[in-house]
């Protein structure tokens, strides 16, 4: 089957659904599709919430530039950096205009939380579920949008380019363009043409591609596979990130359940089991140091202490305040026999974000013409090295807007692709064999954590990359023989994101920001 859409959106996040709300109008038709539901997406589980400066009296601009940079380990590119920090209010605005809510004090400013890295007190949120309610306010906003048509549970598996054509299209070729996309409906199991004359990649991170993740099952980093693919610029993957406070509960780790940081900037300690504090040891701002410091030195106590986790300690805290501002932390930890106002909480670093991605300018354009990407899956140069806490959600927000401005600007002058064939599964048969696969992502899982991890070292590194390339030339194989199913594509692509990450690490030969390599080490202490 063939659609046509003016804009095709793949994701249902905050990037998508921004993007979309602003594009859609009676002349343009829009197609936002999501790989499960409209909900399942990592904007809903995101609990700390937005940086934005908003009290202009103790804050500005900036303030914040300088803690983005810092955090970034000055890698970040300053324009990009520019950009979200002065945008980043009128992007708030936008949020609260589509019906999400923000947690305001009795004068009716905002009532702003502090994370690590922030100089300022500017994390705006509504309680710790601050995603959750973003999620909603735009689903609500998009469901009553006449011109949005959104599509769920429609799995993106190739863009269409010249490629498809049957031109050869190489990293070389100038004005590769993007058609649209090629999507596998699950009600029929047939992959059908989405043709479009602007297509928006807003599809996440890549957290699923390791063990322990606070990232739900959507985030084998599709997106930025499929736009690596198609021969568009993959830049800055060695940068991942982990949380350092994932809540550590055996049989919860796909995902693990998010401690926000917000928690320490409200003044909880990181201890050892025994109560012991260790955070002097490794950086000056203890608890609150930039999340890197702290994972990596949360990594470092566990190994030395052969522990399986350490602790977040909050039982100094009123008990009264410490549940009005957590509420779900509070019941989700008694649900597992955690009170936090009375016992420690069992924490340990686990992945969280993806800093690089497909390159895009200020305008959110790709190396590809007519492909635009927003949110975690792009690279805007805003993160660097690092993320600074609570900039992605924002991050999303600004660029979906300077995607809209642009595309709105130029989508007129594009026609759609009408030469495009349909995608041609002749000769494959059923996979029957999904052990396979299962396999495979879970070996996948394993050569990152143990090998890509928040700790590595060329010896690492070389191993993963031989392990990768053995899934990738079997995976490839299966992948000719066999009908398109999401779990194939799925386990393509994490192979794809995961051989990124491995290669870019491998080519960075420094220790900075996030990527930590024993072979070229950084700090005075030594996190092995
Ligand atoms: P997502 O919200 O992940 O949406 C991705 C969408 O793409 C989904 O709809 C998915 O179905 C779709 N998709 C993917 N692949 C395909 C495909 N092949 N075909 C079709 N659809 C596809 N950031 C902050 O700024 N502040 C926070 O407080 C914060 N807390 C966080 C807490 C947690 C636990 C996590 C996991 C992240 C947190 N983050 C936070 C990061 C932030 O939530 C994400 O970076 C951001 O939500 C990403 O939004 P997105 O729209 O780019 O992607
Ligand atoms: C958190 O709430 O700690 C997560 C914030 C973020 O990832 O930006």
Redesign the pocket.
Known sequence: MIRKFDYLV????????SFALQVADSRHKVAL??????D????????????AVTDRVKDNFEKHIKDTMIAGDYISDPKAVEQVVKKAPEGIQRLVDWGVRFDCKEDGSYDLHR?GGHSEFR?L?HADD??FE??RGLIEAVRQHPDIKVFEN????EIITQHHLGIEVTRRTPDIECYGAY?LDPDTGKVDTFLSKVTLL????I?AIYKT????D???G??IA?AYRAKATVQDMEFVQF?PTALFHPGETH?A??I???MRGYGGILRLPNGEEFMQKYDKRLSLAPRDIVARAIDKEMKMHGLDHVCLDVTHKDAEQTKMHFPNIYNKCLSIGIDITKDYIPVCPSA??LCGGIKVDLNAQTSIKRLYA?????CTGLHGGNRL????????VVYADAAARHVMQNADGYTFNTKIPEWNDDGTMTNEEKVLIAQDMREVEQIMSNYVGIVRSDLRLHRAWQRLDLLYEETEELFKRVKATKDI??LR?AINVAYLVTRQAIERKESRGLHYTLDYPKHAYDFK
């Open positions: 793949i994701g249902s996040g905050v990037a998508g659904m599709l999501c790989k499960t539901t409209i399942e997406a990592n904007t809903a589980k995101a609990q700390g919430g937005v940086a994370e994390i949120h601050s995603g973003i999620q429609h799995f993106a598996v999507v807003a599809t996440g991170g957290g993740t606070t990232n739900p959507i985030a084998t599709d997106g499929m949380h995902p359940y998010l926000t940081e917000a969280h974000y927003v949110g975690e899956c792009s806490a609570s900039n992605s959600l924002i991050e999303a594509c799925e692509n």
